[in-house]
């Protein structure tokens, strides 16, 4: 795992077409940007993992039902 150092408004590239920004730090939280192209899926984990369950199990998670 590569780890990185950045600073508000900073950013990091992944390949060419991909760039992440740090948005916001406050507190214990960092809030980030992410310019990517449309065909490039961006979630948070916990997100990702409830799609891949339910394409598993055909149940619906609950952060399907959280809208």
């Known amino acids: ?3 990185l150092s950045r ?3 900073e950013k990091i590239i992944i390949g ?4 992440v920004m ?3 730090i406050r507190g214990d939280k960092v809030r980030l940007g992410i310019d ?3 065909e490039v899926t ?3 984990e916990e997100v990702y993992e409830a799609i891949k369950r339910e394409q598993t199990t ?3 998670s609950p952060i399907d039902s959280a809208d």
């Not at 060419?16 to 760039?19: G, R, S, V």
């Open 36 to 38: 990517a192209p449309k």
């Open 22 to 24: 740090v948005i916001e």
């Open 16 to 19: 060419d077409q991909i760039k």
């Open 7 to 9: 600073k508000k408004d």
């Open 58 to 60: 055909g149940v619906p």
């Open 42 to 44: 961006v979630h948070r």
């Open 1 to 3: 795992m590569l780890v």
